[in-house]
């Protein structure tokens, strides 16, 4: 259309066309003004189906900086040859297995889907990246890694990945790791004999500290008996899961003290209290409720528990199994039922009105199945140690016999209720012993109705249930067959 007719179309056209049509008049004109964009046009048709003519077209386009016009084609060049590498590199595209993607944003799309395509065909699903089995993400949440079949912290799998070795709970460089060879011990900053360890770690404070499969012992007896303890403590973890059928997800810690002095110097330390109620008075073996070392040293979210194992004497020593057995089920029992509210608090130097009252205020576990879980793994177990021609029974009579020397089984509201009190050390030891007596009765004595109760608490436990009223119907299971008990404790 010659230029003045379509002036003039403009100027006499209704005043709500004249705006569109003014634009499509400097659109033409402006395309009449740019030579070198109609030249472009020329070019381009008189180069389509050639892939050298338009490479020609692409290095005329780069010598008039026409940008636009040359990813015009390179577009074309691809078209007919897509394997033309510079036409894709020119264009910012990138290459993944033999195929080229726009943008950083559609390659990874790329690659998620078929990801999700690859798990999906495996039965498995997509986490951060990687294809895993979903019983494993609550392990990845938490940042776990596996290394040679084990779930391991991530500091864990880093440090063996640079080639430190795990020594105990401390970790050695390559460059010192020949001392462990030659038997030797990292005690500060010296490499020490297994004797010398021993008088090192033998103070409060510089414990030996074992890691085990589902406990850390910290321990100031010998090694040797810290290796003792920490059997011993499996042994209770087996025996325990009888009670519960569950256990907690990480290691729990456990201190054995190599004396009762050392026992009671631990227990009544003022400036970093441990204990709530002082209840170590009762038992060689206690909960340690507020004691900040398995926090500070990242391995327990729950609280640790503290016995000793004093082998100065043949006598003293035959008491240290025991200790240890009853500690490690009260540290499985905190771990499985905590007061994080109140440890938290407590752990932040927060004023608490009644630490005791809103400790135990946030428990699920009656206190009689807590310390009846730990006096049964202490002394109501088959000893399957024993010797040929021993009797594997010989802990449970000892226990019955001494609740028999003490009056016989108390009624059975009393043991429920647990009055422990440091009033009346030997009437509490009872109750913590007939405690015991009531597990040995739930999981041993073949009692139907037990049996039914017992097993509706371990199923509402393991599928995370509120257990209170599983806990009570057990209770009244128990009432209700009071004289089966008696019957069952020979009393």
């Known amino acids: 259309m010659p230029l003045l007719l379509s002036a003039?179309?403009?100027?006499?056209?209704?005043?709500?066309?004249?705006p569109a049509m003014e634009q499509r008049s400097q659109h033409t004109a402006a395309a009449q003004d740019d030579p070198i964009k109609t030249e472009f046009d020329k070019r381009l048709k008189e180069a389509e189906g050639s892939v050298?003519?338009?490479?020609?077209v692409h290095a005329w386009c780069d010598a008039q900086g026409r940008d636009k016009?040359?990813?015009?084609?390179?577009?074309?060049?691809?078209?007919l040859?897509?394997?033309?590498?510079?036409?894709?590199?020119?264009?910012g595209e990138l290459e993944f297995e033999g195929k080229w993607f726009a943008n950083e944003k559609k390659l990874e799309e790329f690659k998620k889907k078929r990801l999700e395509e690859e798990a999906k065909k495996q039965g498995k699903v997509v986490y951060k990246g990687e294809i895993v089995d979903?019983?494993?993400?609550?392990?990845?949440?938490?940042?776990?890694?596996?290394l040679d079949g084990k779930w391991v912290t991530a500091e864990e799998f880093k440090r063996r990945s640079e080639g430190w070795v795990q020594h105990d709970l401390d970790w050695i460089p390559p460059d010192e790791a020949e001392n462990i060879k030659k038997g030797l011990f990292?005690?500060?900053d010296k490499w020490l004999s297994e004797a010398d360890a021993n008088t090192y770690h033998a103070e409060l404070g510089k414990w030996w500290r074992l890691p085990g499969d589902h406990f850390v012992i910290y321990a100031t007896c010998t090694r040797e008996y810290a290796k003792k303890a920490l059997a011993e403590a499996d042994r209770a973890y087996r025996e325990y899961s009888r009670a519960l059928g569950k256990a907690p997800e990480g290691k729990v810690v456990v201190l054995v003290l190599n004396s009762g002095e050392q026992f009671n110097a631990f227990a009544s330390n003022r400036q970093q209290g441990v204990e709530l109620r002082g209840f170590s008075s009762l038992r060689g073996a206690s909960i340690a409720e507020i004691w900040p070392v398995p926090f500070e040293d990242g391995i327990s979210t729950t609280s640790g528990a503290f016995c000793y194992w004093d082998t100065s004497t043949k006598d003293k020593a035959a008491f240290g199994p025991f200790f240890v057995r009853h500690a490690a089920a009260q540290a499985l029992n905190e771990a499985l039922d905590p007061s994080p509210k109140t440890l938290a608090a407590l752990a932040g130097g927060k004023a608490v009105g009644n630490a005791v009252k809103e400790w135990y205020d946030e428990k699920q576990f009656p206190e009689w199945f807590r310390y009846g879980s730990a006096s049964y793994v202490e002394r109501y177990i088959v000893d399957q140690f024993i010797?040929?021609?021993g009797d594997a029974y010989w802990m449970k009579k000892w226990a019955l016999q001494n609740i028999a020397n003490k009056g016989g089984v108390d009624p059975i509201d009393d043991i429920l209720a647990m009055g422990l009190t440091l009033d009346d050390v030997q009437k509490s030891e009872?109750?913590?012993?007939e405690a015991g007596l009531l597990m040995s009765f739930i999981i041993d004595g073949k009692c139907a109705p037990l049996i039914d109760k017992h097993s509706a608490l371990k199923d509402a436990l393991k599928r995370g249930k509120d257990i209170k009223a599983a806990f009570k119907a057990l209770e009244d299971a128990l009432r209700k067959n009071e004289a089966e008990l008696r019957k069952y404790a020979g009393m």
């Open 8 to 18: 003039l179309l403009v100027v006499f056209a209704p005043v709500s066309q004249r």
């Open 52 to 56: 050298v003519k338009l490479w020609e």
């Open 69 to 79: 016009e040359g990813r015009t084609v390179l577009r074309a060049i691809i078209k």
């Open 81 to 91: 040859d897509d394997t033309q590498r510079k036409a894709h590199e020119l264009l």
């Open 134 to 146: 979903q019983a494993d993400i609550p392990m990845l949440e938490r940042g776990m890694k596996k």
């Open 186 to 188: 990292k005690c500060g």
């Open 387 to 389: 010797n040929a021609g």
């Open 430 to 433: 009872k109750l913590i012993n």
